[in-house]
Structures are given as structure tokens and as C-alpha cells.
């Protein structure tokens, strides 16, 4: 047996190794938001009229206070990650994103080995920051938005709002993008399943730390 071959046949029979991925307080933050959101989906398909459980204004009532709970759980987190430069994590890239779509696509129906490789430094592969990007350019302003202008709809004729908004596209735009919150909540939900094991994501953001392969160089 050549060295190399035994080197190989070594790595492929170590155990794999362990890096610590998730601070306390991004976990915190991660299950907190999660939290927060689920909540406000329920009630806010209430709202909606999709079903009845707590009553209408008991409904209004958790919802905002969701909604008021997750924006300050935010403010915190933006002071949190540019005091600490975990700001840079969510730095667009297209750097392998076309490697993950073929990956997504194709090679993780075909037990094919994940072209990103998770660090302290770069925690989500490309996608993901370009998914990421994407709601907190679009669907997030969209949501807080309309859902602000719903809250504060006494406010409109001291304002002049009511000359050129009406409050039925006001529920549009606030239903259009919680259906988009939605998707994203559902793909990301499945995305959790697709380590090497199926709960090994979640019991990252658990425990914050992540099993890697023995061929994994941070």
C-alpha cells in the first residue's frame, strides 16, 4: 500500500472533527427569530381570515407585540453583528454559487460531498447570502412596511397618506410578502435537513457546534 493510498484509507476511517460555528447569542437570536415569526404567521393568518382560534383582536393583539418583540430582538442583533464584524458573514458572493445550484440540483440527490466547507469565518455558503440579501432587501421591506403603515393607519389623514394609498393594497403588499416570508420559511426549514445526517444542522444551531469530515481544512 502506497503512502498515499494509506493516508486516504486513514482520513476515510477517522472519526470527524468538530468546530464551534455558533456563538451563544446568534443562537439565542436564531430561535428567538424563529420564534417570533411563527407566531406571527399563525396570527396573522387569523387576521387574515384563514381560520379562527384566538379571536380577531386577540389575534391583532399577539401580532403586534411579535412584531414589536422581533424589531427590537433586530436592533440588538445589527449592533451585535458590527460590534463583533459578524456583519461580514452576510457579504454577497458568487464565488461557487454556481457549484451549490448543480449541488442542490443534482449532487445531494446523488450523495455527492458539499462543494462549501463551513468555517468560523464564512458560515453560509453563497446562496444562502444571496437568499439572505434578497430578504433583507426585498421581502422584509415589504412586510415592515406595509405592516407599519397598517399599524399606524389614524395617523394617515394628518398625513396626507389617504390622498394616494388605500389600505386594501396596503394588505395586499402585507399578504404578498408573508406568503414570500413563507416559501423562504419552508425552504429554509427542508435546507436544515441536507447535512450528513438530517437533524445535524439543527443540532448545530442547538449546540453550536458542527461536525466536519476528517478532509475538512478550515
Do not use: C
Not at 386577540?58 to 433586530?74: D, G, R, S
Amino acid at each position: 500500500m502506497t503512502n498515499t493510498t494509506a493516508a486516504a484509507t486513514g482520513m476515510a476511517d477517522a472519526p470527524p472533527t468538530r468546530i464551534y460555528l455558533f456563538k451563544r447569542f446568534e443562537r439565542f437570536w436564531h430561535w428567538s427569530q424563529a420564534l417570533m415569526i411563527i407566531i406571527m404567521f399563525i396570527t396573522g393568518f387569523e387576521i387574515h381570515g384563514t381560520y379562527a382560534w384566538l379571536g380577531f383582536a386577540q389575534a391583532v393583539n399577539v401580532h403586534t407585540l411579535a412584531a414589536w418583540a422581533l424589531l427590537a430582538l433586530w436592533a440588538f442583533t445589527i449592533f451585535w453583528q458590527f460590534t463583533t464584524g459578524e456583519w461580514r458573514q452576510y457579504l454577497p458572493t458568487l464565488k461557487k454559487a454556481d457549484k451549490m445550484v448543480v449541488y442542490y440540483l443534482w449532487g445531494i440527490f446523488h450523495n455527492a460531498p458539499n462543494p462549501f466547507k463551513k468555517t468560523q469565518v464564512s458560515k453560509h455558503n453563497p446562496l444562502q447570502r444571496l437568499a439572505y440579501l434578497a430578504l433583507l432587501a426585498a421581502v422584509s421591506p415589504l412586510i415592515w412596511g406595509s405592516g407599519l403603515l397598517y399599524l399606524f393607519r389614524a395617523y394617515w389623514p394628518s398625513a396626507g397618506v389617504d390622498t394616494w394609498l388605500s389600505l386594501q393594497w396596503v394588505a395586499y403588499a402585507h399578504t404578498a410578502g408573508a406568503f414570500m416570508m413563507l416559501v423562504f420559511f419552508f425552504v429554509h426549514v427542508y435546507l436544515t435537513t441536507t447535512g450528513h445526517t438530517p437533524t445535524a444542522h439543527i443540532k448545530t444551531m442547538i449546540t453550536g457546534w458542527e461536525e466536519v469530515e476528517p478532509d475538512h481544512h478550515p
